[in-house]
């Protein structure tokens, strides 16, 4: 168990800032989430925190003991990697009891420590084959053996189910998450899949361009986005987006007002942020707006539709599968104005 | 799979005919040495040419053995006319010496070619630090100068050591030449071994040392034996050098002592491709060794490919 505090943590190539001052503090056995597109910074953070980059400015601490120059292979920290990094001349075995001799341990000590992380993860039929006669699921699997045989205080993980099909990085997310319940250890997580933060994560930090945009709970991040590009990563199909300016306390767009609770000051440029599932669908002329299908998705357990309301408005609709709607149908959606999300158009920031 | 039989013949024909004229080409020469290393002196210049020995003989590798038992002087060196063979070469004596110089030398040489070589290499490829990149210009720009261009400054140089004449000599000067191209090409090879490996093994525990030893190593295999074969090579063939920086047999390498049988008046060439033949044998020796090591994919399974 361990808690890591990033205190301004920053990493420059050369003139680039790749993380900027980041200010993070991760609790005992947490799982933490770092989200975010591909060069946001999150990677490097964890390699940070793993020792692998070394760190320009600001402190890391390990509880409270400064880890900031200390070399990896003193940190206690154990990482998975998106390429699973096996060692290849070596058997699964080996490699998942590469970080014990290392650590002086006895013979026997190690044996133990490796049957019980193989049998954990349901790969003791494999020890004796080499990673190049595995498949993609199990070779994550020895990576994992190989994270989980040290006990570390730190567990973290750059994308490990990143280069899984669905179905595969579906039943290991479960897996991960099992994990961490058993051992209770801290775990750093990086991804840049919205569904593996979203059920993994006890707290997500959504990053872009080397900075935290919000650090909040799952549910937090996804109902209360801070920010327009947090409300527009998270969430799928996307949130909608509506520029529209505020006129006599309700949201204005062409011709189209909407009432809202708590509205900002008149005159101000506002985008109005409404989530796929968040509206009522009923027949034409009985509810608030009425739209033109254009596109029906259907899913199985729902389906998407996008389409086209009044003022040239597009806007993707989450429906239940009930629901049959056909290109070029009339339907009417009512919105609940207390789900809707209002962002300042200059600051992007939530209001 | 139904394609005409015509142009499949045709393209057997062709890969054949070609094929075969490649080898003829790399290994005529060393054919006709094996031959003629057999054969007498007069048989070796008849024409037209034997081109297997009429009557096989190994009375030319005898000779070499028996050289080293018998002092040859002006006095009794000609021991036949050299027509007719069982001429024997003045420093006759001194090839299988000479042969041990060569192997001592092309040992030192490898060994410590891959020593310096490995943690260069690991240090430039794998470790972040500034100027890595002109550490390893500087080293290959020594090799752009031609050799014969070094000769007369080295030589100053290993005067002022105290080394002309001794084994050292040529086993610092070869060093010189081998250490920048097997920097280089290891240089490559770790490079190509995924960094996520080398993290992996930092976070598991190691240093620098037990990354070298545990990762980069055992997957460089190919590299390390290419390298170890092109240095004892470079050693065992080198001339120039060896010709400016040794005075005496007692530090003389088989190059020298061989070019040495080719005489102004009179040439043996039975018995100077009898000492070709011999001077070939270690470096086919350490082909045939090695090539099993000579394997691609050594990464396999890794990661993800």
């Excluded at chain 1, 996307?238 to 505020?246: A, D, F, R, S, T």
């Amino acid at each position: 168990m361990a808690r890591i505090t990033c205190a301004a943590l920053t990493k420059k190539y050369g003139d680039v800032v790749a993380v900027d001052a980041l200010d993070l503090e991760i609790a005992h056995g947490e799982f933490m989430v770092l989200l975010g597109p591909s060069g946001c910074g999150k990677t490097t953070t964890l390699n940070m925190i793993a020792g692998l980059e070394e760190i320009s400015a600001g402190r890391l601490s390990f509880d409270d003991a400064e880890v900031t120059w200390t070399p990896p292979h003193r940190r206690e920290v154990a990482m998975v990697f998106q390429s699973y990094a096996l060692y290849p001349n070596k058997t699964v075995r080996e490699n998942i009891a590469s970080p014990l001799p290392l650590r002086r341990q006895p013979a026997a000590a190690i044996d133990s420590a490796v049957a019980a992380a193989a049998a954990q993860l349901e790969i003791t039929h494999l020890l004796d084959r080499r990673p190049n006669e595995l498949s993609g699921g199990q070779r994550q699997r020895v990576a994992l053996g190989r994270a989980i045989v040290r006990n570390p205080a730190v567990f973290l993980m750059d994308g490990p189910l990143s280069n899984l099909d669905a179905t595969l990085r579906l039943s290991m997310r479960g897996l991960i998450k099992r994990l961490h319940q058993d051992l209770k250890s801290t775990f750093v997580y990086v991804t840049h899949d919205q569904a593996e933060a979203m059920t993994l994560a006890d707290r997500i930090a959504v990053m872009r361009g080397g900075l935290i945009q919000q650090l909040d709970t799952p549910e937090g991040i996804y109902e209360r986005p801070a920010n327009l590009f947090v409300a527009g990563f998270l969430g799928s199909p996307p949130i909608n987006l509506i520029e529209g300016v505020m006129a006599g306390g309700a949201f204005s767009r062409g011709g189209w007002r909407l009432a809202l609770p708590n509205p900002p000051a008149d005159g101000r440029s506002v985008t109005l942020g409404l989530r796929p599932e968040d509206v009522m669908v009923a027949a034409p002329g009985l509810a608030r707006l009425d739209a033109r299908v254009e596109l029906v998705s259907p899913l199985g357990s729902e389906t998407h539709l996008d389409v086209v309301a009044e003022g040239g408005l597009k806007l993707t609709l989450r429906v239940p599968k009930e629901w049959r709607a056909a290109v070029g149908d009339q339907i009417g959606f009512g919105i609940d104005p207390a789900r809707l999300h209002l962002f300042d158009r200059a600051s992007e920031l939530r209001l | 799979m139904n394609r005409p039989l015509a142009p499949r013949v045709t393209r057997a024909l062709l890969l054949t005919v070609f094929s075969a004229l490649f080898v003829l080409y790399v290994a005529g020469p060393v054919a006709w040495l094996v031959s003629s290393s057999l054969q007498t002196e007069a048989q070796i210049t008849e024409v037209p040419p034997n081109w297997l020995p009429p009557t096989p003989s190994i009375a030319n590798f005898e000779a070499i053995f028996a050289a080293s038992e018998r002092v040859v002087t002006y006095e009794n060196r000609r021991q036949g006319e050299a027509l007719t063979s069982n001429f024997l070469p003045s420093g006759a004596a001194n090839l299988l010496p000479a042969m041990r110089n060569s192997l001592v030398v092309g040992a030192w040489v490898a060994a410590l070619n891959l020593l310096l070589s490995v943690t260069a290499a690991y240090a430039i490829a794998v470790i972040d630090f500034r100027g890595r990149r002109a550490t390893l210009y500087v080293a290959l720009a020594t090799r752009v100068v031609p050799d014969i261009a070094l000769v007369v400054p080295l030589f100053l140089v290993i005067r002022n050591l105290g080394l002309i004449n001794s084994l050292g000599a040529l086993v610092v000067t070869y060093l010189a030449i081998t250490v920048p191209f097997t920097i280089f090409i290891l240089i490559s090879y770790f490079e190509g071994i995924p960094r996520d490996l080398y993290r992996a093994a930092r976070i598991d525990g190691c240093g620098h040392g037990r990354a070298l030893w545990h990762v980069y190593l055992p997957l460089s295999l190919p590299a390390l034996v290419a390298s170890l074969t092109f240095a004892f090579l470079t050693s065992w063939n080198e001339f120039v050098f060896a010709l400016v920086l040794t005075q005496n047999v007692a530090a003389q390498t088989l190059p020298i002592i061989i070019s040495g049988f080719i005489m102004d008046f009179t040439t043996s060439f039975s018995f100077v491709n009898a000492a070709g033949v011999i001077a070939i044998i270690p470096p086919v020796l350490m082909a045939v060794v090695f090539q099993r090591y000579i394997v691609s994919g050594l990464t396999a399974g890794a990661v993800k490919g």
